[in-house]
Structure formats: C-alpha cells, structure tokens
C-alpha cells in the first residue's frame, strides 16, 4: 500500500495556513555528497494561485523535466538562492556550509517568509520559525520545489565549471565521488574544486605527500 507521501504535496503548508502563516517557504540543498563544487540551497515560496504542474522531488525527475519546471517555478514563485563555496566547506564543514548556503538563500527571497519547511532534521539558526521534516522533498511542494532549483543550479554551475576544468568530466559526474571521477584524481591530482576536508580527497592528498 502506498504511503501517504507517495508524491507531495501541500499538506504541510496547508495546516500552517490554517494556523495563520501567510508566506512560507520551503528549503532544499544540492551537493551535500560530492567530492567536489558548491552546495547550493533554494527558497522557495510558491505562488498557491499558480503552481506549476508536474513539481516532485528533484531525484526523480529527469534532466529535461527538471529544467522546464525550474523555468515555470522562477515565473510564478518567489525564489532565493544561496551558495557555499568549497572554501566555506572545508573551512566550517559540509553541514554548516549547507546552513550558511540555506540561510543566504533565505535573505536572497524578495519577500520575507513568516514560516520556513526546512528538508532535513535540522534547524538553520534563523530568526524566522524552522520547521524541520525529513525527506521533505518527497512531502512538501514546497520543498520539492526549492529542490529542483538548488539541482538545476548546481548542475548549471557543475556544467560551467567541466569547461574549466576539462580532465575532470564534471558534467558527467557533478562533483560526486564515481569510479571514473576518483580514477581521474588519482592519476591528475586534485583541482581547487575538490573539497580536501572530505576523506577520498583528503586521502589521495596524504598519499601523494607521501
């Protein structure tokens, strides 16, 4: 039997709105895994009015469907994006780059929200109200949203980035720790998109000095 959260849905905003929020804005990052580039992080505040059609979570959508409701959610919603760089995350950890990236998006919103549906189990040390739901992209519109635009962003740069950084296939792998990407890396060496805090990249450094 299918579960309740089998696609999402506005569930979650619609209680708040019965509480009396008016403007809340679902959260989602992109790049917490890889071994290399950005963490990228959206708010969103959907338009209930005008929702485009077809919004899920970003996982399971397919490239060319993500990039056209990523086009229809930037018309219709309100939406602010927030980075963190690899120097942010090897400086303060992946985690709290996330936050850093999740709060910056949140001031980036042209309209500030009164409620935030944060996917995660964590908080954001915001001064708006947090709400924190696990798997949040797969029960919140909202959030699932926010989810397609911090992935569509963060391929975008990903893709961008292999033009720079031509030996490292990064838009094929977007950064994340594949076969191919960590063979790459063994045989050329680390680039400055590599985040050295995390262990397949910080143990290929350790046994290139040795």
Do not use: W
Request: proline residues 4%; glycine residues 6%; positive net charge.
């Amino acid at each position: 039997m299918k579960n309740s959260y089998d696609k999402p849905s506005l569930i979650f905003e619609e209680k708040f709105f019965r509480k009396g929020y008016r403007r809340i804005a679902g959260i989602d990052e992109a790049g917490r895994g890889p071994i290399a580039g950005p963490v990228v992080a959206a708010s969103v505040i959907l338009d209930q009015n005008n929702i485009p059609k077809g919004i899920n979570d970003s996982k399971k959508l397919s490239p060319a469907s993500r990039e056209i409701i990523f086009h229809q959610i930037m018309l219709t919603a309100i939406v602010g994006i927030g980075i963190g760089d690899v120097e942010k995350i090897d400086s303060i950890n992946i985690l709290n780059a996330t936050k850093y990236a999740m709060n910056l998006s949140v001031e980036r919103l042209d309209d500030k929200p009164d409620l935030l549906l944060i996917d995660g189990n964590f908080t954001i040390n915001n001064n708006t109200q947090n709400i924190p739901i696990i798997s949040g992209d797969t029960k919140s519109l909202s959030i699932a949203a926010a989810s397609i635009i911090a992935k569509v962003t963060r391929d975008n740069l990903m893709n961008k980035f292999s033009h720079i950084f031509t030996k490292y296939k990064f838009a094929k792998n977007n950064g994340y720790p594949t076969k191919d990407h960590l063979n790459i890396v063994n045989n050329f060496g680390i680039c400055s998109l590599h985040r050295k805090s995390f262990k397949p990249i910080n143990k290929i450094i350790n046994k290139n000095n040795l």
